[in-house]
């Protein structure tokens, strides 16, 4: 079963709400990480890194995870997680986008305008996490750098040599 994560400050509360809701109707194991309750107050870095690092430890742990973060501004958003190694935000209000970015950056958490349209915003969540991963030497190649950036900070090619086998990634543990 895919686990999803999910959070959102004040300005995607009540967005976020209906898209974990609606995720957990749909079969997905639903985790929430933000405020039990809308606080005008609240600040996104913290729910960014919630989410983000528990989408970590699942990957790390086989599990197929994924995060949701419904925040008034996605992309300041988005720059939040990425700082949780490993983490691969993206923000998108297109479905087709969404899944797209799976397999171009092995995008792991996805990050949502509170204010979307609540239809749109399923579909874009549900062609994120349904997505397959284009598993081609070159997108391993690429996911590799920016892998070994993020935490040698060297791109040194060592990864020219892979082979399509090497590359696939599967976080299934149904």
Same mark, same amino acid.
């Given at each position: ?11 995607? /509360? ?11 109707? &749909? ?9 039990? $309750? #809308?606080?005008?107050?609240?600040? /996104? ?16 742990? +086989?599990?197929? &995870?994924?995060?949701? #973060? @419904?925040?008034? $501004?996605?992309?300041?958003? +988005? @720059? ?12 998108? *209000? *297109? ?9 171009? @950056? ?11 349209? %609540?239809? *749109? +915003? ?6 994120? @996490?349904? &997505? $397959? ?15 070994? /950036? ?13 082979? %399509?086998?090497?590359?696939?990634? *599967?976080?299934?543990?149904?």
């Amino acid at each position: 079963m895919t686990r999803i994560h999910f959070a959102a400050d004040h300005g995607g /509360y009540e967005l976020g709400r209906v898209l974990e809701t609606r995720a957990r109707t &749909a079969g997905f194991e639903a985790v929430w990480h933000g405020a039990e $309750e #809308l606080d005008p107050g609240d600040d /996104y870095p913290g729910f960014a890194v919630r989410v983000g690092t528990a989408v970590i430890e699942d990957q790390d742990a +086989a599990v197929n &995870a994924f995060g949701v #973060l @419904v925040f008034g $501004e996605p992309e300041a958003g +988005a @720059v939040a997680a990425n700082k949780v190694a490993g983490v691969r935000a993206v923000t998108t *209000s *297109s479905p087709r986008t969404s899944g797209r970015l799976r397999g171009i @950056v092995d995008a792991n958490v996805l990050v949502i305008d509170g204010v979307a349209w %609540p239809e *749109s +915003a399923w579909l874009t969540l549900y062609a994120f @996490v349904t &997505a $397959e991963g284009a598993a081609t030497v070159e997108r391993g190649r690429q996911i590799l750098q920016i892998e070994e /950036y993020e935490t040698a900070g060297t791109i040194e090619g060592w990864a020219v040599q892979l082979e %399509p086998e090497q590359i696939h990634r *599967s976080y299934d543990n149904d």
